[in-house]
């Protein structure tokens, strides 16, 4: 069975209104997110152990809030194989494409950052694992790029949260361990400083902890609550 159709987002997705006077001279370009997700079944497997909650259904929330704040920028590509995991971010308002098999975590980036360059939009490579991202985080960094491939290194400064490609050109995703170091040995720019929520991806229950610090999105909330010491937003 072949890939689901791609429908793109129209024009009547957008909000009415002027404009905000941009922030660089890239600021008024448009841009795709691209969000890659394992099936549930077999997500987030150091982090299930660890916490008190269903693990596909704490992995399932952990991209809701990452695909949610994100949708409050830009358009947003999920490439995932979950049909439990497509349905909930298709109602959200993602665009959902299925992973080309035996593709991997960045040959499915590769993939959607091809279906983003056919839409006339620059790609931009997001973790789906950032329950305490809002969409001001994202528009500030993706406002801060400039021509040149960029990343955010996470938290801990070893892996990457968000590699966004050079202008005109595909993203060439490097994610695994010590992706930072291999996005910058080809030539990605670091972008510093950058927002906190931004960095905190979550594979553990120390950084579940410190996301809900900054305050968890409403999807992660859910699934976790009564399960963390730390404060939860409200």
Known sequence: MGAPETRWPGPTSRPAGR????????AL????????????????SRLRSAV?????ALALALACDTVAAALGHVEV??????????????????TVVAEPEYAGLNGALRHGSALARRADARPA??????PALRAADLAAALDACGPRATFVADAAGAGTTLLAAAVG????????????????AIGAVALTPAPSR???DVDTAADLAAAAALGLGPHTRAVLAGQLTAPLAS
């Open 52 to 56: 008190d909650a269903p693990g596909p």
């Open 198 to 200: 931004l960095r905190l």
């Open 169 to 184: 050109a595909d993203l060439a995703p490097r994610f695994g361990p010590d992706s930072a170091a291999a996005h910058q």
């Open 125 to 130: 490579a997001l973790t789906g694992d950032l």
């Open 29 to 44: 370009m448009r841009w795709m997110v691209v969000v890659p997700l394992k099936r549930l079944a077999t997500a987030k």
């Open 19 to 26: 404009l905000p006077p941009p922030t660089s001279h890239h």
């Open 77 to 94: 590509l999920v490439v995932c194989d979950d049909p439990v995991a497509t349905a909930a971010l298709r109602q959200l308002g993602a």
